[in-house]
């Protein structure tokens, strides 16, 4: 603990002078922003501006695009039984995936909350999984695991959430950066009050992690609806059997890169995005009922 | 300190421009390297790993022969190689010289996306290759992919597994009940734990055989659709019958089937027979698949085999290559000389150019010689290529095999799953 509140600490001291240079000179801060601007515009905006044009033409990779209008929407929605089922694959692999993994994520951060000598060990040792996340090389190895599961309709989805699941290490981190955040004398009191384990969890370290909670809920949930390299990977790239692995960008990737079909892919990027935009909007709605910031009380 | 920002933000713009000028060396390099020095070119292809040593091999003596040519190669699975190739075009990225599908020679071309082979820069000697193999890479009347190979569909089987659970071996004239009826055996036979053959219903290949051997095709002249729902139900019905009976493999079995060797349940032992090209055997095939194979013609219920000499596969030139003169001379490198003709044997098929066939013929052993002994025997009864299928084609046979999976797991009925793929399909060719 002694080293967080030191480190926590450390900049307040000099804080102040900092405020003041950067005030005089606003120019340098823009100068050494540049890089990050240049890279957000030329790289993330462009192509996406890029993308919205495309998704009202139809383009196959090679020749001039040609504007089509909203057909590409009209036929998502009206004559696309594909569509629909990547719909419904990602909805469900959400809603399985995410609590799952943040459970796993708290729950092993709670653990290794606790003062330990070999803390920093298990800390890396949980969090391996999470830096070869995005790794082919694991997924390849998840689909020879489970070679009898991903081959049958039922369980295949099950597999590719499971690998997700197992990879908490991410949102583990922040939970435990969280969970040192928590005031030791919130602990004492409900000690001295008579709390027991369960008590105290509910009362005291929930409401004060929830802010986290909500934090990492929003990242994963977001995270969830763009999964793509499990379900290729362990699909062989073709979202089966039965169509029961298509995730969203597994068909998306399918009609973009497969059939040719660019326009058609990035209105299913672009109806993505809004769907995103719409949850989180959702999510940030709800979360007034049950994230609590400490010191907002004090207004 | 006011004093001090100016440098450093003046380094800053110097290090910013430095890093501009750099990329513009690298994108200068191209254009700098086309007279006289070393040129580098890249060919991409796909296969399996025992081809990707020959071709080694090959593109080795290749750089021997021509000083200044340097190549670099990269290969992939088959669905793999399609779904890359297709992200580089658009990006600009194209390789040089690029093994390109009969089913996809049409889609590309069309797109302008391939060299004229026929002309210019890119023109490569095809004197040695048949005008019906050529035609399989020509649209409208322009030379687009040069097949090194030609190959046909091929019936193998594991005839040691065969003998022993008595299950007759494949002869001439042999029908589609034959076919079952054997299978059927090993399956008993064993236990269930081998089958007897590799579910071959979701592949459009082995489909268009059969709707041939009744006088039908996949595909019109003008590129339509030429068969009905009721042709695919019926063949459905054919081999999902197998499956239930236990003689073709279980659906999950089936599902997995991607094209790759290390899927396929023959080489997992878990089938004793499947169907195939003959330009899939190479010299550690029946390594491969623990056990040696023979091969035999489909089954046929007509009297008409409804095989064809197909390009195994073709090689074409990118439109957007600066190197087209280097590209040229490495396609015709791969197709008529005879030194990499011995190097290549039977990997990509069997050779189109007469005299490489010749001199290969000699030269095999083991399981190219049985392919190639296959073919000139299977050789007198196969009819001429169908013209290249349509824009789309592509997605037809990947959604053939996609629905196909929804009649082995019992989502719908067959009749329904017909219905289901039709649609599709002619959406596809269409759009």
Request: hydrophobic content about 45%; some cysteine; proline content about 5%.
């Amino acid at each position: 603990m002694q080293t967080i509140e030191r480190s926590v600490a450390a900049p307040r001291t000099r804080a102040p002078q900092r405020v003041h240079r950067y005030g005089e000179r606003p120019g340098i801060a823009y100068l050494f922003l540049s890089p990050w601007v240049v890279g957000a515009l030329l790289l993330t905006l462009g192509p996406m501006l890029a993308s919205l044009y495309l998704s009202f033409t139809d383009y196959d990779l090679f020749t001039t695009p040609s504007w089509v209008g909203w057909e590409n929407y009209r036929t998502l929605f009206t004559d696309d039984p594909r569509f629909i089922t990547a719909i419904w694959v990602t909805l469900r692999y959400v809603f399985i995936s995410t609590p799952l993994k943040l459970a796993a994520a708290l729950a092993v951060a709670i653990l290794l909350n606790r003062a330990s000598r070999a803390q920093g060990f298990y800390r890396s040792a949980f969090y391996a999984p999470s830096l070869l996340g995005a790794s082919v090389a694991v997924a390849l190895v998840w689909r020879v695991i489970f070679r009898d599961w991903v081959a049958s309709p039922d369980y295949a989805l099950l597999v590719v959430a499971a690998l997700a699941v197992w990879q908490f290490g991410a949102p583990m981190v922040i939970f435990l950066a969280g969970l040192k955040q928590i005031p030791q004398e919130l602990y004492d009191a409900s000690a001295v009050d008579g709390a027991g384990w369960w008590r105290t969890f509910r009362s005291v370290t929930l409401p004060m992690l929830s802010p986290v909670i909500f934090f990492n809920l929003v990242l994963e949930t977001i995270h969830a609806f763009q999964a793509f390299t499990g379900a290729f990977v362990i699909s062989g790239g073709r979202g089966g059997p039965v169509d029961s692995t298509l995730f969203y960008t597994l068909y998306l990737y399918e009609r973009g890169f497969s059939q040719f079909r660019m326009g058609y892919a990035s209105a299913m990027a672009w109806i993505l995005v809004l769907a995103i935009a719409l949850v989180t909007a959702v999510l940030f709605r709800t979360s007034r009922m049950w994230v609590f910031y400490a010191g907002d009380e004090a207004r | 300190m006011r004093r001090r920002a100016v440098p450093r933000a003046l380094a800053l713009l110097a290090v910013g421009a430095l890093l501009g000028v750099t990329a513009a060396c690298g994108g200068g390099d191209d254009a700098g390297s086309t007279g006289g020095g070393p040129v580098t070119i890249r060919f991409d292809w796909w296969g399996n790993p025992d081809r990707a040593e020959v071709t080694e091999k090959a593109i080795d003596l290749f750089e021997q022969k021509n000083q200044n040519i340097k190549v670099e190669t990269s290969y992939a699975e088959f669905n793999a190689y399609f779904q890359k190739l297709a992200t580089q075009i658009a990006g600009g990225g194209a390789p040089d010289v690029l093994q390109m599908d009969y089913r996809y020679v049409r889609e590309y071309a069309d797109r302008g996306v391939l060299a004229d082979l026929g002309s210019g820069a890119s023109k490569v000697d095809t004197s040695g290759v048949t005008q019906q193999l050529l035609s399989g890479g020509t649209v409208k009347g322009k030379l687009y992919g040069i097949p090194p190979t030609q190959n046909t569909q091929v019936f193998s089987y594991d005839f040691a597994q065969w003998e022993k659970s008595g299950a007759a071996a494949p002869k001439d004239g042999w029908t589609w009940a034959d076919l079952k009826a054997a299978a059927q055996k090993v399956s008993d036979s064993s236990g269930g734990k081998v089958r007897g053959i590799a579910d071959l219903g979701g592949i459009e290949d082995w489909f268009e055989v059969w709707l041939r051997q009744q006088g039908k095709t996949l595909y019109s002249d003008d590129g339509t659709i030429a068969y009905t729902a009721a042709d695919v139900a019926r063949w459905w019905e054919m081999t999902d019958g197998m499956r239930r009976s236990g003689a073709a493999t279980p659906a999950e079995l089936t599902a997995k089937m991607d094209g790759s060797q290390a899927n396929d349940p023959v080489t997992q032992k878990l089938a004793s027979a499947g169907f195939g090209y003959d330009s899939g055997f190479t010299a550690k095939s029946w390594e491969i698949a623990g056990r040696e194979l023979k091969l035999a013609p489909f089954p046929s219920d007509t009297g008409k085999l409804g095989q064809y000499a197909k390009p195994a596969m073709m090689f074409s030139i990118s439109q957007a290559s600066k190197q087209k003169e280097a590209a040229a001379k490495l396609v015709n490198f791969l197709i008529n000389d005879l030194d990499a003709g011995k190097i290549l044997g039977m990997s990509r098929g069997m050779p189109a150019n007469a005299q490489v066939r010749e001199a290969v013929g000699g030269t095999l052993t083991g399981p190219p010689q049985v392919g190639f002994q296959y073919e000139q025997t299977v050789g007198p009864k196969l009819e001429p290529a169908p013209p290249p299928p349509p824009k789309g084609a592509g997605t037809v046979k990947a959604t053939f095999q996609r629905v196909y999976d929804d009649v082995i797991f019992q989502r719908t009925s067959i009749q329904q799953a017909a219905d289901k793929f039709m649609s599709e399909a002619q959406k596809a060719i269409t759009t």
